[in-house]
């Protein structure tokens, strides 16, 4: 079964920047598409970012201009980088990984942004 384990996400002040990142194993990393989820607090889970097995890149309008999704293929990780983050950005981040029909979800990792 394919495992994912998020890292890097933290408390943050308004204005800072974070890295997140996600390791994938027992799974050929190069054939999946790989994204960004996050979830707040009574809210909805909704879509950050993807990147393609091609990567070929899409933002959510939320993010768009503050956000950076890459993949490392050799190292079968793949980052979110967030810049400028406001309040609105808190929630714990998601990684997924979708090859034609199947799906596998990480653990999360929380991002909070406070003063």
């Known amino acids: 079964q394919v495992q994912l384990v998020e890292s890097g996400g933290g408390l943050v002040q308004p204005g800072g920047s974070l890295r997140l990142s996600c390791a994938a194993s027992?799974?050929?990393?190069?054939?999946?598409?790989m994204s960004w989820y996050r979830q707040a607090p009574g809210k909805q889970r909704e879509l950050v970012a993807t990147i393609t097995s091609g990567g070929r890149t899409t933002y959510s309008d939320s993010v768009k201009g503050r956000c950076t999704i890459s993949r490392d293929n050799a190292k079968n990780t793949v980052y979110l980088q967030l810049n400028n983050l406001q309040p609105e950005d808190t929630a714990v981040y998601y990684c997924n990984a979708v090859r034609t029909s199947l799906s596998w979800w990480g653990q999360g990792t929380q991002v909070t942004v406070s003063s």
């Open positions: 027992r799974i050929v990393f190069s054939v999946l598409a």
